[in-house]
């Protein structure tokens, strides 16, 4: 139990474009879903936290209108990386609970090129 | 604010031998630490997680330590084999501040295993 996917696992794109991605808890519901990119050698960082049905609380640092997250439903969190930059390239991984302050579980990560 | 400090920053050793790796923490005030393994290009995988009010978990040949009122929690990794090279994160949930319910990551130790 207690699994959490993401998509695209991998995707490169063109300076300016915008790219989804998707994160999906497939056998709880997730009433908290964290998202947290990782540059080559570094550890995660948290981006920003999202609570089904309500805006995200983003990190000091973080554009809130670049990284667009939606958390439409209890299963589902989307991050949009808007006019994407090649210093956007990285890994994002993003997290799910399902409650309190329990385990967070991880999703596989998704590796962001940026042309 | 919480910060995560893992020693040492990387390790190598030959098969076989048994190892320890250094977690330690700031703030006391946590729910909860959790040992990640990573291996490169990957998401992360939990190895054990300890709740504040344990002193430790096993799992295998894996022993995981918390000593919160200190501040410091330790993975045993015993008769280690080239197939546990990989980069391993601890990570505290903290329990107060602005940082609630929000994980923080130490950077890693990353350790090498040769036949």
């Known amino acids: 139990g207690a699994v959490v996917s993401q998509h695209p696992s991998w995707v490169i794109c063109k300076s300016g474009t915008s790219v989804k991605i998707e994160c999906r808890s497939l056998?709880?519901?997730?009433?908290?879903m964290f998202w947290y990119r990782q540059f080559p050698k570094q550890s995660l960082m948290l981006m920003a936290t999202?609570?089904?049905?309500?805006?995200?609380?983003?990190e000091q640092g973080v554009e809130k209108d670049k990284f667009l997250i939606n958390h439409a439903s209890l299963t589902l969190s989307t991050l949009t990386v808007t006019s994407a930059h090649p210093e956007d390239s990285s890994f994002y991984i993003c997290?799910?609970?399902?409650?309190?302050?329990?385990?967070?579980?991880f999703g596989p990560g998704t590796r962001l090129t940026v042309l | 604010k919480q910060e995560v400090t893992q020693i040492p920053a990387a390790l190598s050793v030959p098969e076989g031998e048994n190892l320890v790796l250094n977690c330690s923490f700031t703030?006391?005030?946590?729910?909860?630490l959790q040992w990640f393994r990573q291996d490169p290009g990957k998401g992360l995988t939990s190895l054990l997680l300890?709740?504040?009010?344990?002193r430790e978990q096993t799992s295998g040949r894996l022993n995981a330590s918390l000593d919160k009122s200190s501040g410091r929690s330790t993975l045993y990794i015993a008769a280690s084999q080239p197939g546990d090279s990989a980069t391993y994160l601890c990570?505290?949930?903290?329990?107060?501040?602005?940082?609630?319910?929000?994980?923080?990551f130490g950077q890693g130790t990353i350790l090498t295993v040769h036949p």
């Open positions: 056998d709880f519901q997730a009433t908290t």
């Open positions: 997290s799910a609970r399902d409650g309190g302050v329990g385990e967070q579980f």
């Open positions: 999202s609570n089904e049905g309500s805006k995200a609380t983003y």
């Open positions: 300890i709740q504040s009010s344990q």
């Open positions: 990570a505290v949930t903290n329990a107060g501040g602005t940082s609630y319910g929000k994980l923080t």
């Open positions: 703030d006391s005030a946590i729910y909860n």
